[in-house]
């Protein structure tokens, strides 16, 4: 849950237990007995407030994704300065162009250190990039080791331990 949804679901709940320490003992029966549409009214609200919430994230992502980066800044973190070295070796290495299956350009970049390729829409729009580092000359890629959860012994029960 993102910081905004958690304060949104905070406020609501706080406002929920207000309301329900506020209706005296047996006041629920009593509404839901003079207005028995009262639970689908109550239903259709809470659909209607989790669609306005859902746009209102939305509009807060769209806000944060719209500020301009400045892309000569610093970093604010380790992972910001490892990222933005790779993103520089990436600039300065040798791209090259290949036919794409649809709409963009399809550049594919070989380094000594890093692997990648990006599709580029209308020559200025980075649709998609992907770097991966290069493995040494003759080295087989290390693979996670991972044992079978299932253990199969033949026709042979299990040994009894």
């Known amino acids: ?5 958690r304060v949104l679901h905070q406020e609501l709940t ?4 207000r309301l329900a320490t506020s209706v005296p003992e047996g006041g629920f029966e009593s509404i839901r007995a003079s207005s028995p549409t009262l639970k689908a009214r109550v239903d259709d609200a809470d659909a209607k407030l989790a669609a306005v919430r859902e746009s209102l994230l939305d509009s ?3 806000d944060f994704l719209s500020v301009p980066v400045d892309p000569a800044a610093p970093a ?3 992972e910001g300065d490892v990222i933005r070295q790779h993103l520089d070796r990436a600039v300065a ?5 290949f036919p794409s299956p649809g709409e963009g350009a399809d550049w594919r970049l070989e380094d000594e250190q890093l692997t990648g390729a990006a599709l580029i829409w209308e020559d200025k729009v ?9 493995t ?3 080295s087989q890629p290390q693979m996670p080791n991972y044992r079978p959860r299932v253990r199969r012994y033949g026709s042979s029960p299990p040994p009894v331990e």
């Open 93 to 97: 290495g040798r791209w090259e162009n």
């Open 126 to 134: 980075v649709v998609h990039l992907q770097l991966f580092p290069r």
């Open 76 to 78: 604010q973190s380790a």
């Open 1 to 5: 849950m993102n910081p905004v949804e």
């Open 136 to 138: 040494a000359q003759g």
């Open 60 to 62: 807060y992502a769209i």
């Open 14 to 17: 706080g406002l929920l237990d």
